[in-house]
């Protein structure tokens, strides 16, 4: 059996938790296998249920008048990560850098902010996306940022390439330099696949993945959020089983009014996603990306909660 082959038979056999208590023994004494699949299955079989959620906000989702107000309430619910909008990060970097001094939050992934978008027909547009999201992956390095995300391109922004191989093509070629100068800076890019009213081009989770797969750059990654893949997905498990270890970032809100998770109610259930980033041993930030209905100083500590309720289940 080839090693590609013999790969995907691992990753498959470890589906089942008697198979993942066996396979240890197994493993530790199987050495037909070479050193990248070792590697593989000793990542993939620590891999279980005793994972962390590390939950991140935007800088809306907490009450209070200025970051230090903020970040009180969110180390106070156990909220480690601060997902910082790209606009204006720049000239914030020292302002954010001292309000986190001393405190268990960092910053998780920089959303957007950018202008222009790569996709576009016209040179000046898609000069204007390199380099002001360059301007942002600096700031993001200098703040820790897990990466930097983007769309390559939203349904409102024309005139736009045709959505062909040539465009992926070129997409993929200019991601690249800039994941490689994402790499010099210490972060990444991030790939967010959008619902189709949102973004015709990129919406699932796995298509996000592959393009990923495709660059094999170290600096391009991908996220999914739970929000958009209502609408795009089967499998809010498949979906993260499938990025693997591109999954970089997940956004999450209610599931019909992208509000705070549990203001939809039973609709808000994310138990088969949490199962899909425990089997891939997924250990970075699900980062709140949503709107509130109620009063935040209840909604917000009511929607930790939930989360972290429906993390013990999955």
């Not at 498959?12 to 208590?21: D, F, H, I, K, Y």
């Not at 498949?238 to 990025?243: K, P, V």
Request: charged share 25%; aromatic share 10%.
């Amino acid at each position: 059996m080839d090693t590609i082959n013999r790969r995907r038979f691992l990753k498959a056999s470890l589906a089942g938790a008697a198979l993942v208590t066996a396979g240890r023994t197994a493993f530790a004494s199987n050495e037909s296998l070479d050193f990248e699949e070792k590697n593989y299955l000793s990542r993939n079989l620590s891999h279980n249920s005793s994972s962390n959620l590390k939950l991140s906000f935007q800088e809306g989702i907490a009450p209070g008048k200025n970051l230090r107000e903020k970040f009180d309430f969110m180390e106070k619910h156990g909220v480690v990560g601060f997902e910082p909008s790209g606009r204006g990060l720049v000239g914030r970097v020292d302002e954010i850098k001292n309000e986190l001094k001393g405190r268990n939050i960092k910053v998780s992934a920089t959303c957007a902010g950018f202008e222009g978008f790569p996709l576009s027909t016209e040179a000046d547009v898609r000069k204007k996306f390199t380099d002001t999201i360059s301007e942002i992956i600096v700031a993001a390095g200098q703040l820790g940022s897990t990466g930097v995300i983007f769309v390559p391109a939203f349904t409102r922004q024309v005139p736009v390439m045709p959505h062909t191989q040539e465009t992926r093509d070129f997409l993929c070629e200019e991601i690249n330099k800039l994941g490689n100068f994402a790499v010099k800076h210490g972060t990444k890019l991030i790939f967010e696949p959008l619902n189709r009213k949102e973004a015709f081009y990129l919406r699932q989770v796995g298509d996000a993945a592959s393009i990923c797969r495709d660059i094999n750059n170290p600096g391009v990654t991908c996220m999914g959020d739970f929000w958009h893949m209502t609408w795009e997905e089967n499998s809010d498990s498949g979906a993260f089983i499938s990025a693997d270890d591109y999954l970089q970032h997940v956004h999450i809100a209610s599931r019909k009014r992208r509000s705070m998770p549990g203001e939809d109610g039973a609709a808000d259930n994310y138990v088969d996603g949490f199962k899909g980033l425990k089997k891939i041993g997924y250990d970075k930030y699900v980062s709140f990306e949503c709107g509130c209905q109620g009063d935040r100083e209840v909604v917000v500590p009511a929607a930790v909660k939930l989360l972290k309720k429906q993390w013990e289940e999955a």
